[in-house]
């Protein structure tokens, strides 16, 4: 009977130790790291691969944002920038630049990796998805960047059309309605003003070149 109590015992305090532990472990503050250029599906796995080189164990790897359970030593800031250099990225420090990175990611994610287009526009998509004034956020990607953030929504469009008409898959009218066009005359005369082509001489083209996503707007 000591012996059937004392094991209750055991168990409800081993039970008690790991319900602390993992508590623990969940509340603990992670660290956000900011990267540049990180655009698709490959650079999150190349960001997994040197944060594990170094022992790093993250939360979250998503778009331009990562979080990890450790801070980071000077010495693994440089590793893993130097590593993250080599696939073509790029660890952030400074406050615009993190902002306008998350701009682009957001924008990224919104056209080109999401089937459906936000029901709101995309002023106020931002402005709710990143916490920002729009006026603010439009007044920094435009000095920094050269170009407005309407401007960049816009050729980043152009070239997720570019990608359906290469695929065939929907014809003007669906793709207009995908991406949230008036009209497939909006998008026929949008699409010419970027590339100096209607989207039917475009699908006629050999050589159909399209833009890297990292070097839209770059």
Same mark, same amino acid.
């Not at 929504?153 to 570019?162: A, D, G, P, W």
């Not at 695929?167 to 699409?191: G, P």
């Given at each position: 009977?000591?012996?059937?109590?004392?094991?209750?015992?055991?168990?409800?305090?081993?039970?008690?130790?790991?319900t602390t532990f993992?508590?623990?472990?969940?509340?603990?503050?992670?660290?956000?790291?900011?990267?540049?250029?990180?655009?698709?599906?490959?650079?999150?796995?190349?960001?997994?691969?040197?944060?594990?080189?170094?022992?790093?164990?993250?939360?979250?790897?998503?778009?331009?944002?990562?979080?990890?359970?450790?801070?980071?030593?000077?010495?693994?800031?440089?590793?893993?920038?130097?590593?993250?250099?080599?696939?073509?990225?790029?660890?952030?420090?400074?406050?615009?630049?993190?902002?306008?990175?998350?701009?682009?990611?957001?924008?990224?994610?919104?056209?080109?990796?999401?089937?459906?287009?936000?029901?709101?526009?995309?002023?106020?998509?931002?402005?709710?998805?990143?916490?920002?004034?729009?006026?603010?956020? +439009? *007044?920094? @990607?435009?000095? /920094?960047? $050269?170009? #407005?953030?309407?401007?960049?929504?816009?050729?980043?469009?152009?070239? !997720?059309?570019?990608?359906?008409?290469?695929?065939?898959?929907?014809?003007?009218?669906?793709?207009?309605?995908?991406?949230?066009?008036?009209?497939?005359?909006?998008? +026929? *005369?949008? @699409?010419?003003? /970027?590339? $100096?082509? #209607?989207?039917?001489?475009?699908?006629?083209?050999k050589d159909k070149? !399209?833009?890297?996503?990292?070097?839209?707007?770059?």
């Amino acid at each position: 009977m000591i012996y059937v109590t004392f094991l209750r015992y055991s168990i409800r305090q081993t039970a008690s130790i790991e319900t602390t532990f993992i508590h623990l472990k969940k509340s603990k503050i992670s660290l956000k790291i900011f990267i540049k250029y990180m655009v698709s599906k490959r650079c999150k796995m190349a960001v997994k691969e040197e944060l594990q080189k170094l022992g790093l164990h993250f939360v979250v790897v998503d778009l331009g944002e990562v979080e990890v359970m450790e801070d980071l030593t000077s010495e693994q800031r440089i590793q893993l920038n130097l590593g993250l250099r080599r696939s073509g990225l790029e660890l952030m420090d400074d406050k615009r630049s993190v902002l306008i990175e998350k701009i682009v990611n957001v924008i990224i994610e919104m056209i080109h990796h999401t089937d459906e287009s936000p029901k709101v526009n995309y002023s106020d998509y931002l402005s709710e998805k990143l916490g920002y004034d729009y006026t603010y956020m +439009s *007044n920094v @990607f435009s000095e /920094v960047k $050269g170009i #407005t953030i309407q401007q960049f929504i816009i050729v980043n469009k152009i070239e !997720r059309v570019k990608e359906y008409l290469i695929y065939d898959e929907l014809n003007l009218t669906e793709i207009s309605y995908k991406l949230h066009y008036s009209s497939v005359a909006h998008l +026929s *005369n949008q @699409f010419k003003k /970027v590339t $100096g082509l #209607t989207p039917s001489n475009y699908k006629q083209l050999k050589d159909k070149k !399209r833009s890297a996503i990292e070097d839209i707007g770059a």
